[in-house]
């Protein structure tokens, strides 16, 4: 079965910092990656995704995410944060059909 | 395109009533699904359906009743509530064409049960 970790439930990243968030799936083939966001009271809204090829993928936003098989991750980032970019993350996984495996999220608040 | 849209947008029942939440997609889209989600849990899946007339169980089914009589609609009865149903509920599509398994989510309806 397939499964994600999202270690950090919240991460506070001063406005203008960098921003890395983790991910770590587990599954037993080549794993069809997503990341989205989740804006108070919103829906889910696509980041960026990984199918194959270039393990360096990017999205909208200004937001990339880098795909490591040997450490079965799929940490996202951002070189430099606007408040705007507060909100809920969620990195999920697809095992080789339409079955999102969602992780419980990270929280991300931006301080001036 | 409308996309992916849910009604009602809020609910509140009481525990034993039924419901059913509203989905619907204007995109052709194939598979479509239904996610709850819980604080610190993520979403988590229900049911899902890849096509008019299939649908099959998620993580959490139990309580829940699904049908697909078309491509656009795919309603999610409530049976009997009960409070462990509070949640925000999501629906979303996808196209399934080209192995995109990309989905596209609606705008969510909040569940509370009392």
């Known amino acids: 079965a397939q499964s994600v970790t999202q270690p950090d439930i919240h991460i506070t990243v001063s406005e203008g910092a960098s921003l890395e968030l983790r991910c770590n799936y587990s599954y037993g083939a080549t794993p069809y990656l997503f990341w989205y966001v989740q804006s108070p009271g919103q829906g889910l809204q696509l980041l960026l995704k990984y199918f194959s090829g270039d393990t360096l993928v990017q999205g909208i936003k200004g937001f990339e995410a880098e795909f490591k098989r040997s450490q079965s991750s799929f940490n996202l980032r951002k070189p430099s944060v606007h408040w705007s970019d507060a909100a809920e993350y969620f990195c999920a996984v697809a095992g080789g059909n339409e079955k999102l495996t969602f992780g419980t999220g990270t929280r991300l608040t931006i301080i001036p | 395109n409308a996309g992916v849209t849910q009604t009602p947008k809020f609910q509140v029942l009481k525990t034993g009533q039924s419901m059913t939440l509203q989905c619907a997609q204007d995109m052709n889209h194939e598979y479509m699904s239904w996610y709850r989600q819980d604080p610190g849990m993520g979403l988590r899946l229900i049911h899902y359906?890849?096509?008019?007339?299939?649908?099959d169980q998620g993580e959490v089914p139990n309580g829940y009743n699904v049908s697909r009589s078309t491509t656009e609609d795919f309603p999610l009865r409530l049976l009997s509530a009960a409070p462990s149903q509070t949640s925000v509920y999501f629906c979303?599509?996808?196209?399934?064409?080209?192995?995109?398994?990309?989905?596209?989510f609606g705008p969510g309806t909040r569940l509370t049960v009392t």
């Open positions: 979303a599509s996808s196209p399934r064409t080209g192995y995109s398994y990309e989905q596209y």
């Open positions: 359906s890849v096509g008019a007339g299939i649908t």
